[in-house]
């Protein structure tokens, strides 16, 4: 299959479950396409996935009041096939930025934490900038245009998941730490929501199941 279909079948089962507008299109990308700018691309259709090669998908299908963003990386071989060591260290960098999350860490923390989980494991941060952002609600000026709005507002710096960013964490967050090395780059991206003591990752029953597809 090529990236143009894949991001078809997510249009449509996006549609089938009631989502009628997108927070970003679904994005696809295979093999060394990922990680690379889509901004003058887009999708291929001639770029098809071949066995062994990584597949990484990017999803935020919205409705008229809230909207997700999420993805994962999948490893397409045959059966029993060993996937790459890069793919599980994205999957426990993920794992580990949702895990220490609370609300006594500040956002920069997370960043500084995935930086290092590369690190520590001989691999780069690809996501040098920001490794996620604030999933806004739709209120005040966001009303307008939601979740458009929303996609347009993230770019400023208070609400990414960067460096240097001060505040301790509350509300919804996306996390998507982008890891490289061995010639592949994988990333995985789940949503966390705190308040105070509360903590929830939307759309998981436990920690165990981040980085992973969902049980139908």
Not at 31 to 53: D, N, Y
Not at 127 to 156: D, M, N, T, W
Not at 162 to 168: G, I, K, N, V
Not at 179 to 185: I, K, M, N, S
Request: charged share 20%; with cysteine; glycine share 10%.
């Amino acid at each position: 299959m090529s990236e143009v279909e894949i991001e078809a079948i997510a249009q449509d089962k996006a549609s089938a479950h009631g989502f009628d507008r997108w927070f970003h299109p679904p994005e696809v990308q295979v093999g060394a396409r990922i990680g690379k700018s889509r901004v003058l691309r887009g999708a291929s259709a001639s770029a098809r996935i071949k066995p062994g090669e990584l597949v990484a998908i990017d999803l935020a299908p919205s409705g008229a009041e809230f909207y997700a963003d999420v993805g994962l990386t999948l490893h397409i071989a045959e059966p029993n096939a060993a996937e790459p060591e890069l793919l599980q260290v994205a999957r426990e960098c993920a794992r580990g930025c949702v895990g220490y999350s609370s609300q006594w860490k500040t956002v920069g923390e997370i960043f500084v934490f995935a930086k290092s989980w590369a690190n520590n494991h001989r691999y780069q941060l690809a996501s040098e900038g920001a490794v996620g952002h604030a999933i806004l609600p739709k209120a005040g000026l966001l009303s307008l245009g939601f979740p458009g709005s929303a996609h347009a507002a993230v770019r400023l710096r208070r609400y990414q998941v960067h460096f240097l960013h001060p505040a301790r964490i509350r509300g919804a967050w996306a996390f998507r730490p982008v890891v490289r090395g061995d010639g592949l780059t994988a990333s995985f991206e789940e949503m966390v929501y705190i308040d105070g003591d509360e903590k929830r990752i939307l759309g998981r029953a436990s920690l165990s199941e981040v980085g992973t597809l969902p049980t139908l």
